[in-house]
């Protein structure tokens, strides 16, 4: 099996050289992605996102990890602003809404399902809580 091969460099250089859908679920505005791998039985994903300046996102859950990498502009969420060249890396179970002030390029990876916050709160109760004592931050995988 041959793997594919993908510069990102060049992406960042010449972002309408490839072809973006809108990325509208879960309440995003002004956002487009570009699927590069997706699994649906494991609900794993790898995608380049493209935000608007002012795109945005409203509150969502992320059953699985959540990995970005800024490749051009700035990103903001809760816990900070981030600009080009930062890896952000969320553990399973991590909920955030997003914004873009001047747009951004961002790489993303996603290793399980993401639900809006409402549908969280309706499922909250039957779900198991995550254990992550075990989770010190440094696995990159």
């Known amino acids: 099996m041959t793997p ?3 510069n ?3 992406v960042a250089n010449q972002p309408d050289s490839i072809d973006w859908s ?11 992605i570009h699927t590069l791998f997706e699994c649906t039985e494991s609900a794993q994903r790898i995608a380049l996102i493209r935000c ?8 969502h859950h992320h059953n ?8 051009d502009g700035d990103f903001e969420d809760e816990n900070g602003l981030y600009h080009k060249g930062d890896l952000v890396i969320y553990p399973p179970g991590s909920t955030h809404a997003w914004k873009s002030s001047t747009g951004a390029l ?6 399980g399902t993401v639900t809006s916050q409402q549908d ?21 995988v």
């Open 4 to 6: 594919t091969v993908f």
């Open 8 to 10: 990102l460099l060049n």
């Open 52 to 59: 608007d300046a002012g795109a945005s996102a409203a509150a």
């Open 22 to 32: 809108a990325h509208t679920q879960l309440n995003r505005n002004g956002a487009r």
């Open 64 to 71: 699985g990890h959540e990995t970005f990498l800024i490749l």
């Open 120 to 140: 969280l709160m309706q499922h909250v109760s039957t779900a198991p809580e995550y254990n992550n004592s075990f989770y010190d931050g440094r696995h990159l």
């Open 106 to 111: 961002i790489y993303a990876t996603w290793g």
